[in-house]
């Protein structure tokens, strides 16, 4: 499968929009929208009669893509937001440890790409919990680096709900590479600070 990863484009208003696309049976898939939004997709169709192949159609796209001012994000402008996340068990033996471990990157990844936010770079396992009185077995943290850090810890609250996390999380957030993480969001008030 081929892809062209997100790049993005800022407005005369300062919005920043994003673009993906990737191959699928038939054609290839255009997905565009607002940053922080979910974003719309069309497909561009590919196939014998018409005479184009989907590399074709991905290189029009990729060259209209740059016609448009849309180009990769530089990394030194990215934020990052942590979802750090309490587990069930220190050896990560129950199924929702289990089920997150091996479901959690890819569908938090898939998340963030769907508000054009971000990525999801990885975990790390271990380390304090910002609020020892909820912390039951191991802490693992998510990173992602995004777009707009504002836009980040939404997209993620959006993700918690989404798979089920209940309150056995927090957000940290890093809006510039030289920032401090500190705490965005935790659904329980007594919460003050954010720690990895």
Known sequence: MA????????????TLHYLDA???????????GKVGHRG???LRRTGAKAGVTAKQVMDDVTSEAAEQGY???????????????WTATEDLSHP???????DMWDALDSHLRAF???????????GTP??????RGTVVNWFCPVVDAEAGVKALRGFTRAFHLGS????????????????????????TQFRL
Not at 71 to 77: E, G, I
Not at 130 to 135: L, V
Request: hydrophobic share 30%; proline share 7%.
């Open 168 to 191: 056995n999380h927090v957000i940290g957030i890093r809006p510039r590479p030289d920032d401090d993480y500190t705490l965005a969001f935790s659904p329980r008030k007594s919460d």
């Open 116 to 126: 054009g936010v971000g990525e999801c770079d990885g975990n790390d396992v271990g």
């Open 130 to 135: 910002s609020n020892p009185a909820y912390h």
């Open 96 to 102: 929702e440890d289990e089920r997150m471990m091996s």
């Open 71 to 85: 180009a990769p994000f530089p990394d030194d402008d990215r934020g990052w937001v942590v979802l750090q996340v």
């Open 40 to 42: 719309g997709v069309s």
């Open 3 to 14: 892809y062209l990863d997100l790049v993005y484009r800022r407005d005369a208003d300062g």
């Open 22 to 32: 990737w191959t699928d049976n038939g054609g290839v898939v255009v997905h565009t």
